[in-house]
């Protein structure tokens, strides 16, 4: 599978497709690659979190198995979210308190693995969460009680 973005790494992120208004270029529609919110389908078989690892970093890096983008990961991109766990670890359990440059590269890591919703939309990825089909609005739902009650 091969993934081509394009990172836009300064200026204000910007909105979601569906959030924008206007008339748009189909090359524009068809720039932002959309993937499915949730585990991927084939997750391939990960080494546990260390049991030395920070209980944060651990949460983190057991994160990134149920989130979207992970299904355009591949073992580099795996073995370095290890690491970036890794590092957290050392950032949070270190006794000095946190190191600023080791932070910002701890954030430069987490960013080109795509965890946040501001570094998917700089690379023009969204991940669409499923609709659920039955959901009834709860106003309309009060407002069909009291229909009833005195109509």
Do not use: C
Not at 81 to 89: E, I, N, P, V
Request: glycine residues 6%.
């Amino acid at each position: 599978m091969t993934l081509e973005v394009v990172m836009g790494a300064r200026g204000p992120i910007g909105k979601r497709s569906e959030e924008k208004m206007g008339h748009r270029s189909k090359a524009e529609q068809n720039s932002i690659t959309k993937a499915p919110a949730g585990s991927p389908v084939d997750l391939p078989d990960l080494p546990e979190p260390d049991p030395l690892w920070h209980p944060i970093a651990a949460d983190w890096y057991l994160s990134l198995r149920e989130s979207g983008q992970s299904a355009f990961y591949e073992p580099s991109d795996w073995a370095m979210s290890r690491y970036a766990a890794d590092l957290m670890s050392k950032v949070l359990l270190s006794e000095r308190g946190p190191n600023g440059q080791l932070v910002a590269a701890l954030n430069s890591v987490m960013s080109s693995l795509l965890t946040t919703e501001g570094d998917r939309r700089r690379a023009r990825m969204e991940l669409e969460r499923k609709k659920p089909s039955s959901q009834t609005d709860a106003d309309v739902t009060v407002l069909d009680d009291y229909r009833s009650a005195f109509g």
